[in-house]
């Protein structure tokens, strides 16, 4: 076993809605730029999302992991370890010990630095939800987003793709950017206040990268900068002697910038279309600066994620509103449903089936083979009992076998789609779809499931299963129900 650490897999989840400039400033009346941001939809937070590029990081790999790290700046509890969800909803050993680290942009990078410094296999997860005041630049600039790599030494069945050649960094106290305990979103200084700090602070963490290395700036084949201040992180690129074929965009135009987990997108994009043998390095802008070098491996041309950050911002829907917006992010108060808040979920109930619950496992009998959801002791067709084994599902697709459309049913994105589901190999599921245009649903179309939040009542927040369209399969001929 090799002791050279570095990344052997990686993957991304691009919420599928988009907020964009235009409808922003048709709402506030003021011109905010050109272009969309991605969104979280009313079922996403920063735990689901880490779960959803999780699974596309594992999806090659298995989960055999020594441990998880999980950095945002929006956690979705505090003083209740947020990493144990996603440690959870993947079915990881629980021998692994799982950890949130920080609540600062900087602790997506620390993160990211902490597993390739660790001797054993880690999942990295990067997620963030940004926003700010009504009309501003943090509001139309900001993004949602999150990344996960699985980083450590090479073994015998699983290479790395990319090699961990070294970093350096740089630490500075000035007060740029800060968000006080409670508040929704950030405050800052004039931008133009931190672009001196940033800029000498991106230099001295590069010489110290290239120090550490050996390399210099004419090897680098790909070279990103991002991080809290554009305006500086564009400065510094300008000055920094990388050549102009070697910049790579760190999409901040395109789908906003998300936080703690953006320079993980920001990477995952150059790995995305990098070619064996190659030198990627990455410079971060937060409270300081951290620049991670890396090499590409023969392993890189197969082992990329079969959605790659491209795919997914092309595949998202630009038609979001802004009261929509506010809404989802808890700016504006819609009137609700007259009827019963829901119950919170119960902690005893939830850890006896965390299986089901957060890994969504069902059972499948030994003696028919007939799979259950949720999982049985009895067969529901041959009648035996206790002869179960368990049947995780999360990763297998399934097909729409009926649905219907609830335009009745409160929703925050109505209208409400129930669909009963066929899984590939056995089983049926009835589950909310989500993700989806309803004019273009139909029976036979293939789905996958996602990890989403139901709802949440009294501090406590309910996950589940719901279904969306699957990514990599084509639409099967059907008709409307």
Not at 148 to 166: M, N, R
Not at 246 to 267: C, F, K, N, P, T
Request: with cysteine; charged share 20%.
């Amino acid at each position: 076993m090799s002791t050279l650490s570095g990344i052997a897999a990686y993957g991304v989840h691009l919420p599928y809605w988009r907020l964009t400039h235009a409808t922003i400033q048709q709402a506030v009346g003021r011109r905010v730029g050109k272009g969309a941001r991605t969104v979280a939809g009313y079922d996403e937070d920063t735990t689901t999302m880490a779960v959803e590029a999780s699974r596309r990081a594992l999806a090659g790999v298995g989960n055999d992991i020594d441990s998880v790290l999980f950095a945002t700046t929006a956690p979705a509890y505090i003083d209740k370890t947020n990493a144990t969800a996603v440690h959870g909803a993947l079915g990881i050993s629980p021998d692994a010990r799982a950890a949130d680290v920080g609540g600062a942009v900087r602790s997506g990078t620390c993160a990211l630095l902490t597993g390739l410094e660790r001797s054993g296999r880690t999942l990295v997860a990067l997620a963030d939800t940004r926003t700010g005041p009504s009309g501003s630049s943090d509001e139309a600039t900001g993004g949602d987003a999150a990344a996960a790599f699985v980083v450590g030494p090479a073994t015998e069945s699983t290479p790395l793709i990319a090699e961990f050649l070294g970093a350096g960094s740089a630490s500075t106290e000035f007060l740029d950017r800060w968000r006080a305990p409670g508040d929704p979103w950030s405050q800052t200084w004039e931008e133009r206040f931190g672009e001196g700090a940033y800029a000498e602070a991106a230099a001295r963490s590069l010489t110290n990268a290239l120090k550490e290395t050996g390399l210099s700036i004419g090897d680098l084949d790909k070279y990103s900068v991002t991080g809290l201040s554009p305006r500086a992180a564009r400065s510094f690129l300008a000055s920094s002697g990388v050549s102009r074929g070697a910049v790579a965009d760190d999409l901040v135009g395109r789908i906003g910038y998300s936080g703690a987990a953006h320079a993980g997108v920001a990477l995952a994009a150059m790995l995305d279309t990098a070619s064996p043998g190659q030198i990627l390095a990455i410079t971060v802008l937060a409270d300081g600066a951290d620049t991670l070098f890396f090499r590409t491996t023969d392993a890189i041309a197969t082992a990329r994620p079969a959605t790659t950050v491209e795919d997914q911002i092309a595949a998202g829907r630009d038609s979001l509103s802004y009261v929509d917006f506010l809404s989802w992010r808890g700016l504006v108060a819609r009137q609700m449903p007259r009827r019963p808040d829901p119950d919170r979920a119960a902690g005893p109930a939830s850890h006896r089936m965390v299986d089901w619950k957060y890994g969504f496992v069902g059972s499948r009998c030994l003696e028919c083979d007939t799979e259950h959801l949720p999982p049985q002791r009895v067969c529901l067709r041959c009648g035996v009992t206790d002869r179960m084994v368990p049947a995780p599902l999360a990763h297998t697709q399934a097909t729409v076998a009926t649905y219907t459309i609830d335009h009745l049913a409160f929703s925050p994105a109505p209208p409400v789609v129930g669909a009963v589901i066929d899984f590939d190999g056995g089983g049926r599921f009835s589950c909310e779809l989500t993700d989806i245009d309803p004019d273009t649903l139909q029976i036979g179309q293939r789905v996958e499931m996602t990890f989403r939040r139901l709802s949440t009542a009294e501090g406590i927040h309910n996950y589940f299963w719901k279904a969306r369209p699957s990514a990599d399969a084509p639409t099967a001929e059907g008709h409307r129900s």
